[in-house]
Every structure is written in structure tokens, then in C-alpha cells.
């Protein structure tokens, strides 16, 4: 087996939750000067999750409780929590992860940590827990949290990058050595710590977050390339991905093919079908893009909110399996294989 994937026994997915907020269309973006037309048109970005009145933590705290009460678990079954996210959490110099555990759980019998692989924090942390459930046989049920929201002044979310706009969301899912929904068959890990870069740039290292101004990823990724052939972190992206999921799909004894849903980030049409689509060679059908497609890229959130929706809509026949594909800057890689009991 490579290095990094890993065939899991007797780990399953409970319950999985998401939390959003209102949408708002690109439409209402572009007519408020937001977002420019051309760039709405060829990401057909239709709508973003912007959540007006609850912070990143808590829409965590919203989606835990109700993947908490899907399960059926109490609260004191649970001893382990894992908040995952990529941005700013509402406040400086405090523990989200503790927060997060008060209000879903309300007890201290518990290991509780925060986990910033940004965009593959949800999937990675799914990993990071079943790696717990299996090593701590008295960790009961684990909890893997997500939450972030994306607000302006500082995160410009229709415009910080190319390609995608970012929505706010919780999302939660549940997982244990008792079966429940899905089974965790197989995960893969890889990572390309070379493409950091791309969204640090040119930029000297600040005293505080407050000398920073809206966050541009646009610009930081001109600096990166200024002294990087756009060819080579191309093919460096692309070959990560391949890698965690063939990896992935090995360790799980199973081809692309075979695979009933596909979970890939989500981005806006045309960058997912160059940076996801294509080279993994599926079809959109199989993925949840359109859905994506109404509510933004949710930081580490994407694939905990597609198992959530595949569980809500019962997609997922008995024997079927998915694959979720994480990406995050950094580059890293996070790939799942989940089976429908």
C-alpha cells in the first residue's frame, strides 16, 4: 500500500450536518458592484451561502447539534472534537475548538483541537479522527466540525480569487466504531509544500491581522508566479491531486468507475472542470457541482456539506460508494472512500 493511504475496519459515518446562510446571487453581486459580469458568466456562479448575523464558530456549533441529534448520541458518547477551518474565527487569541465543544457538547471528557489544513480541513480531519476512534478505544464517537464565514471588509468573497466565490457554512459529521450511515473504507494523503507560495506571494510577514488589508489571492498568485513557470505549479497541482486519489482508490481496491458520487471542491464551472473535472476524467453528473454552484466554496466545509446533502436526498443506494476529494492551500491533498450501508 503508498505511503500515506490507509485501509480503514470498522470506522463508519453516523450522521453529517450543514449549517448555511442566505443566498445571495450574482446577480444582486454584480448589480452592487461586487463582482464584474464577465467573470459571473464564466464561473455561472449562480448564488453564495452568506451568513448575515452567526460567525464561523457558530454555524459550527449549528450543524454539531443537529448531526448530534441525528445520531441519536449523547453528548458524553462523544471523546473527540475536531474544528476545522480557513479563516478568521471572530476573535484573536482563543480557542474555537473549546468553544465549539461547550456549546454541542457541554462536557470536558473530551479531546478537543483545531485543525487549519484549510480547504482539506474537513476531509483531513475525517482521517485525523478515525486514526483517534482506532488508536483510543474509549473515545466513543468523534466529531468533526467546520465553520467559517467570509465577510466583508476583509474577505472580499466574489472577488479574492479567480474562478470561485466563497459561501458561509457549519458543517458536522459524526463517526464511531458503531455502524451507522456510511462505512470509512479507505483515505489517502499527499502534499505539495512547494505551491504555498501561491497564496502567500510577495507578501512580508505581518505583527498582527490588522495590518493587513482585503485579502487579494489574485494578487498574491502573481507574485508567486513572477519567479514560477505557470506550467510547472499546473502539473505539480494536478499530479498532487491524481496521486492522494489513485492512492486512495488503491487502498480501497477500486477504480474511479466505481465510484456512485464524486465530491470535489466547490468551485465555479470552468475551474472545476480544468482543476477537478478533467483531470480525474468525470463527468459533472457525478459530482455535486450544481449544488456548489448555489452556495460557494465553504473553506474546509465542501465535503462534510456533500455528505450531509448525499445523506438528506438518500443518493446513495446500499453498496454504492463515494469518494470525497479535499484541496487545500499548502498544497495538500485529502481523498476519502465512504460505503453506503
Known sequence: ?????????????????????????????????????????????????????????????????????ASGRDPLDVGLLIHADCWYQGLEFW????????????????VAFELRQMSNGGVSALETAAARLTAVS???????????RFADPAFPRWTTDRGLAFGDAGTAV???????????????????????????????????????????????????????????????NERGMLTAVENCLAAADAEMSDMAAVVVPFFGAKLSRLQCLKPLG??????????????????????????AKLLEEDRLAPGERVLLVGVGAGFSWTCAVLERL
Not at 55 to 62: C, K, Q, R, T, Y
Not at 178 to 189: D, E, M, Q, S, Y
Not at 196 to 211: I, K, N, T, V, Y
Not at 219 to 231: I, N, P, S, T
Request: glycine share 12%; aromatic share 4%; with cysteine.
Open 95 to 110: 480557542n474555537t475548538a473549546a468553544y465549539v465543544q461547550q456549546q454541542v457538547l457541554g462536557h470536558g471528557a473530551c
Open 1 to 69: 500500500m503508498a505511503r500515506g493511504a490507509v485501509r480503514w475496519h470498522d470506522i463508519y459515518v453516523e450522521s453529517a450536518a450543514v449549517a448555511l446562510g442566505t443566498a445571495q446571487t450574482s446577480q444582486e453581486a454584480v448589480a452592487a458592484g461586487l463582482l464584474d459580469a464577465e467573470e459571473a458568466e464564466t464561473s455561472r456562479q449562480v448564488s453564495v451561502s452568506v451568513s448575515r448575523d452567526r460567525s464561523g464558530p457558530e454555524l459550527a456549533v449549528a450543524a454539531g447539534g443537529k448531526a448530534l441529534a
Open 282 to 307: 468525470i463527468r459533472p453528473e457525478v459530482t455535486l457541482r450544481d449544488w456548489g454552484l448555489t452556495i460557494g466554496h465553504l473553506g474546509a466545509g465542501d465535503q462534510p456539506a456533500g455528505l
Open 174 to 236: 459524526l463517526l464511531s466504531r458503531r455502524p451507522g450511515a456510511l462505512r470509512l473504507v479507505a483515505t489517502a494523503a499527499w502534499s505539495q509544500p512547494l505551491l504555498e507560495g501561491l497564496h502567500r506571494g510577495d507578501e512580508p510577514f505581518r505583527d498582527s491581522a490588522g495590518q493587513a488589508g482585503p485579502l487579494d489571492l489574485v494578487a498574491r498568485k502573481k507574485g508567486f508566479l513572477r519567479h514560477h513557470a505557470v506550467e510547472e505549479i499546473t502539473a505539480r
Open 138 to 148: 474509549d473515545t466513543g464517537a468523534a466529531l468533526v466540525t467546520t465553520g467559517d
